[in-house]
């Protein structure tokens, strides 16, 4: 009888390298669809009159240089850059309408007692712009703590209101949205997820989580919080809309950043620092 095949897991630190590696093609992508000729800035001078006087000698105006930003990618690079895009690690998660995080390649929900280690360090923020069924969306993306600054809304183009297709909820939506990505390795398995979301509550979930992994920093600067999938909601102000579920990332512990080691997620480890729910 054979033994049976091993499904291998990356590590923590693989993990890291390779959505270090997508940002990377991410940046140069950028690059190279915004590459355009750049003039350079013309050189202090003397004016032509007072050269010649000078000189004695007739001076031709002198010819502006350009310089063309060169595409530093790799052939493989390009390649992956022109079918896969996307910068998801594993499997997508979202938080769905019916106020359940669900994994969106089955739409099965996730358990609210299932322990993740969280990867805040591998955020990915930005504007993406979706471009129809079968068409890559446009993406301005880069990680967050590897010092990405989001563009300003209005260099993106697309700002004719009027020229904006009506969203669910009767109004103009716009064609760029603000998107986050959050990388999450499952405690058990050791299965990596990544959490999506472009909705203000997502957002501010992913926002609280991240506020609390920059003060475990200071302290156990070796350690990533370990959260848990949960629902929380409010009563909107309208009483027409009622109960209004919301993504909430609950801190129950925290892990070594080498993701060989079994997260700690006992009451004592973090929840003096918890995010409430």
């Known amino acids: 009888m054979t033994n049976p095949v091993r499904k291998h897991i990356p590590t923590s630190a693989q993990v890291l390298k390779e959505q270090k590696e997508l940002a990377d093609r991410e940046r140069e992508a950028r690059l190279a669809a915004g590459r355009k000729v750049v003039a350079q800035p013309p050189a202090a001078k003397q004016p032509q009159d007072e050269i010649e006087r000078f000189t004695n000698q007739a001076v031709a105006p002198a010819k502006a240089t350009s310089v063309a930003v060169p595409d530093t990618r790799t052939p493989q690079q390009t390649y992956l850059d022109e079918i896969a895009?996307?910068?998801?690690?594993?499997?997508?998660?979202?938080?769905?309408?019916?106020?359940?995080?669900?994994?969106a390649d089955d739409s099965e929900p996730i358990g609210e007692d299932v322990d993740f280690v969280a990867l805040p360090d591998q955020t990915l923020i930005g504007y993406m712009q979706f471009n129809g069924e079968g068409e890559p969306p446009d993406r301005r993306m880069g990680l967050l703590y590897d010092g990405y600054i989001m563009p300003p809304r209005a260099t993106l183009g697309d700002t004719d209101v009027s020229q904006w297709e009506i969203g669910l909820d009767g109004k103009p939506a716009d064609p760029w949205q603000h998107f986050i990505y959050l990388v999450l390795q499952r405690g058990d398995t050791g299965e990596l997820f990544t959490y999506t979301t472009s909705s203000v509550t997502g957002r501010r979930a992913i926002g609280n989580l991240l506020r609390h992994y920059d003060r475990l920093q200071r302290t156990h600067p070796d350690m990533y919080p370990c959260v848990r999938l949960k629902t929380g909601g409010f009563n909107h102000r309208d009483d027409r809309v009622g109960w209004v579920n919301v993504p909430v990332l609950a801190v129950v512990g925290r892990a070594p950043k080498d993701s060989t080691a079994k997260p700690n997620t006992s009451p004592a480890a973090d929840l003096d620092d918890s995010i409430s729910f």
């Open 85 to 103: 895009p996307a910068s998801l690690v594993g499997r997508q998660i979202k938080f769905g309408k019916d106020g359940r995080f669900v994994t």
